[in-house]
């Protein structure tokens, strides 16, 4: 039997020359689950067959389980948390704000993300393994993200944090949708 859990398409529309193919993957599994609204869509207008709504895997743990695994930062000020994954002169902008209004530091995490930010007023953090990148992401004051799982653990950890979406980007749907339920 094979099973299909929590899978992403990250859009909410398939290129038709691309549809075939994606009909045929689903198609060879038994059972299929997709994290977000449109991609039980997306299933149901490629095959005809219902798929169930589920969470992202990284929301099955709350804040205190992820805590047990995360490794705290060596920092010694509060910050602001950048984490990006498309260039976004905005989220860097609104980070400068909030973290001038409040008194915190910028951090940004961005290995292999984007290019390595050279504003002084921002530590990039280049080395960040998953323990260390949870960390990050528990002990931060404030989040400015463009990602979903930058979303994701910022709302499981209760952070306050502003998600920034690109109008034109066509990808948004997971973060959108998960905003949408809460």
Not at 83 to 103: E, F, R
Not at 146 to 156: D, E, I, K, Y
Request: with cysteine.
């Amino acid at each position: 039997m094979k099973i299909s859990y929590a899978a992403s398409f990250g859009v909410s529309e398939i290129p038709s020359d691309a549809q075939n193919d994606y009909r045929k993957g689903l198609n060879n599994l038994d059972n299929i689950s997709v994290r977000e609204a449109e991609g039980v869509k997306l299933v149901k207008e490629l095959t005809g067959r219902n798929a169930g709504h589920v969470l992202d895997p990284t929301l099955l743990l709350d804040k205190h389980e992820w805590n047990s695994v995360a490794v705290s930062p060596e920092i010694k000020k509060p910050y602001l948390l950048i984490y990006v994954l498309t260039n976004s002169k905005y989220a860097t902008q609104l980070a400068k704000v909030i973290a001038a209004d409040m008194g915190l530091a910028l951090i940004r995490i961005c290995k292999y993300s984007m290019q390595q930010d050279t504003d002084t007023s921002i530590q990039n953090i280049i080395d960040a393994g998953p323990a260390e990148f949870v960390g990050l992401f528990l002990n931060a004051s404030f989040i400015i993200t463009n990602s979903f799982h930058g979303t994701a653990f910022s709302v499981n950890f209760g952070k306050p944090f502003y998600t920034v979406l690109s109008k034109h980007k066509s990808n948004n749907s997971r973060q959108i949708n998960l905003l949408n339920s809460l």
